[in-house]
């Protein structure tokens, strides 16, 4: 029999203690059956997705940012495929990653700064059925999702047409070394390494080192082990 409304259960899933004890608290009071879900310190995501599916939630509030358990982002889509309703409660301002919530199937994306009573609104809509976001809403946010993978992966392209050269020299610029450094390192003259980075900012269609190196980040690319130039 399923439960009433007044006894859903809802798990929480939250870094920051006195954030999370306060939900449970308004969450209780409001006559849930509330289970907050401990990070315990090294907990890996895989451990902590099978302590959420043995809480077998109707609703989850769930972080993004949960330390050594990583993101929440991939906790989404397997608690939804458990049947349980996901509300992504968060700090992170990134429209994207709030996207990527929501395509992984996240009933809706809250901001951390909201206040309870919005937090509570939103779960009594879900338990009683109701829509948590308009369609433009929800299709904006998902356009940034799939507007930023679509750069991603055309940064990634321009990042896989860099000769073995320049991926090293991106590599020791990735790491805060100054074009002297580098030539030093590689016993050429700081010429030939302008003359890459150069090369390396024309390919990546980036105007600076700095931009090139945040460009490399974005999409967590790391350089080939490093080799000798010949």
């Known amino acids: 029999m399923p439960r009433a409304l007044g006894l859903t259960r809802v798990a929480i899933v939250e870094d920051h203690l006195l954030f999370a004890e306060s939900l449970e608290v308004a969450l209780s009071l ?29 609703i989850v509030l769930l972080d993004l940012d949960l330390g050594e ?3 929440g982002v991939r906790l989404v889509q397997p608690l939804v495929r458990s049947g349980a309703a996901v509300v992504v409660v968060t700090g992170d301002s990134d429209r ?4 990527e919530c929501l395509v992984y199937g996240a009933r809706t994306v809250l901001d951390k700064a909201s206040s309870l009573n919005t937090i509570l609104a939103t779960i009594r809509r879900v338990g009683e059925g109701r829509a948590l976001m308009t369609r433009e809403e929800r299709d904006a946010l998902v356009h940034h999702f799939h507007n930023e993978k679509r750069s991603d992966h055309e940064t ?5 047409a860099l000769t073995p050269r320049e991926q090293e020299v991106l590599g020791h610029l990735m790491l805060g070394h100054a074009v002297r450094d ?5 016993v050429v003259s700081e010429a030939t390494v ?13 105007s600076s080192q700095l931009a090139a190196v945040g460009a490399a980040n974005a999409v967590r690319w790391r350089p080939p082990q490093q080799q000798t130039w010949a």
């Open 30 to 58: 409001e006559g849930h059956d509330v289970h907050r879900v401990p990070l315990d310190e090294g907990m890996s995501s895989s451990a902590l997705l099978t302590a959420l599916l043995r809480a077998q939630a109707r």
């Open 194 to 206: 302008r003359t890459q980075v150069k090369s390396i900012l024309s390919k990546l269609e980036v």
């Open 96 to 99: 994207a990653r709030w996207g």
């Open 156 to 160: 990634r392209l321009r990042l896989e």
């Open 182 to 186: 580098i030539a030093r390192t590689f």
């Open 69 to 71: 358990a990583g993101s």
